[in-house]
């Protein structure tokens, strides 16, 4: 195997371990998201069963409370996500890029191998 292949089969295996990390926080931001919905519709059903909404009221629900507070740590840790997943966009773009480059090396130096077998067949 020649080094330039290598150099393909790492860049491809670099992008392809970019793409599962993405897919690895685009499907952690979903299931935080899905999280945070569910909790909200508990503090509206704890809320509404003890009639009232008023978080400073001292009869507010120490249930809901704390479903307020998981759903909001819930929110700053998908928002810590979604800036990884930005992150790792870019670093995913940056490795596509060199493996395209690393690919037309390869293409580049298979057509002048081709080209300069085909000359001494030729000239042979």
Request: net charge neutral; hydrophobic share 40%; proline share 2%.
């Given at each position: ?107 580049r130096d298979g057509r002048n191998r081709t080209d300069t077998v085909a000359t001494r067949a030729m000239t042979g």
């Amino acid at each position: 195997m020649k080094p330039r292949e290598n150099l393909v089969r790492l860049k491809q295996f670099q992008v392809n371990e970019k793409r599962r990390r993405m897919a690895q926080l685009d499907a952690m931001v979903a299931e935080f998201d899905r999280m945070a919905g569910e909790l909200e519709a508990q503090i509206m059903s704890e809320e509404a069963k003890a009639g009232i909404t008023d978080l400073n009221h001292f009869a507010y629900p120490t249930f809901a409370k704390a479903a307020r507070l998981r759903r909001d740590n819930l929110r700053n840790s998908q928002a810590e996500l979604t800036q990884q997943r930005e992150s790792a966009q870019a670093e995913l773009t940056e490795a596509e890029a060199e493996l395209a480059k690393a690919e037309a090396l390869e293409n580049r130096d298979g057509r002048n191998r081709t080209d300069t077998v085909a000359t001494r067949a030729m000239t042979g």
